[in-house]
């Protein structure tokens, strides 16, 4: 009998998305190689032929569900796997793809495709937990590959990972950077968008856009009000909150309230 111990699985699964947050883990490359010898990587299409059958210790979703199809079958990843994480704008609140949760869902499909009695889609781009348990979310647009890899190593460990849930606005003071709201009064999303992205945008001048999702305790209302003095109208506020993380509760909540002022 081998005293080898048993590697746990990993699983990633692709719905609705762009395949950003795959190619982040896939880009970790030395981190990469560090946890492909600690796991077995069972089953990644973007990676691999290889496809091993469940079930899996840990599965890795990207994307966000759009069809009947995938509505059943992340029903099946879930029985599937033990640990369900969700990786991603679409996976954790519907993707850019959302957009479409405001709008004629048929209207679109007639003007984009020649034959729209072809397609089959749902009328809502919808995140993964509004259809099965999740156990944990990472946010971004694309996903931060190290925030991926201390999430798998800390799983494997059996720890809580240690993923920033504060607002962008510490990463800025902690950077030194010059606020750009308040020194040239650019509208940014950074006191109630996750930290994650480093900063990137305003460290070169331009406001936050939201791709980390809301920060937790987000204050949304104190947003909007710093918004409107900043001379923002209230249907540029909702566009504001309506990008990558816009079906994310409360930048919806937040946009909606702009849309009925």
Same mark, same amino acid.
């Given at each position: ?6 590697? $746990? ?57 759009? /069809?009947? #199809?995938?509505?059943? @079958?992340?029903?099946?990843?879930? *029985?599937?796997? &033990?640990?369900?994480? /969700? ?8 993707? =850019? ?31 993964? &937990?509004? #259809? ?14 190290? #925030? ?8 494997? &460990? ?7 849930? #504060? ?14 709201? =308040?020194? *040239? ?5 950074? $006191? ?13 001048? @331009? ?6 999702? $809301? ?8 947003? /909007? *009000? ?12 909702? *566009?504001?909150? @309506? /990008? ?18």
């Amino acid at each position: 009998m081998s005293s080898e111990k048993k590697k $746990p699985k990993i699983a990633v699964f692709k719905f609705a998305s762009c395949d950003g947050c795959q190619l982040s883990l896939l880009d970790a490359e030395d981190e990469l190689l560090a946890v492909a010898g600690a796991v077995d990587i069972a089953y990644f299409p973007e990676a691999s032929r290889r496809a091993l059958k469940g079930p899996y210790d840990i599965g890795l979703v990207e994307g966000s569900i759009t /069809t009947h #199809h995938d509505a059943e @079958r992340i029903q099946k990843v879930r *029985r599937q796997c &033990a640990v369900l994480v /969700t990786i991603g704008a679409c996976a954790t609140a519907g993707g =850019i793809q959302a957009l479409r949760n405001w709008s004629d869902k048929d209207e679109y499909v007639r003007a984009v495709y020649a034959r729209p009695d072809f397609i089959q889609t749902l009328k809502m781009s919808t995140p993964i &937990a509004e #259809h099965v348990p999740v156990d944990f979310e990472l946010r971004g647009c694309p996903i931060n590959k190290k #925030h991926l890899i201390e999430l798998i190593s800390a799983t494997l &460990a059996g720890r809580k990972p240690n993923i920033p849930t #504060h607002s962008l606005c510490m990463k800025c003071k902690r950077s030194g950077n010059v606020c750009i709201t =308040i020194a *040239r009064g650019v509208p940014c999303l950074g $006191p109630v968008t996750q930290s994650g992205c480093g900063a990137l945008c305003p460290r070169f001048g @331009r406001g936050c856009y939201g791709c980390y999702g $809301p920060a937790e305790s987000a204050n949304t209302a104190a947003m /909007t *009000r710093m918004l409107r003095e900043l001379g923002q109208k209230d249907e540029e506020i909702a *566009r504001l909150f @309506r /990008t990558f993380n816009a079906w994310a509760w409360q930048f919806r909540q937040a946009s909606e309230e702009a849309e009925r002022a």
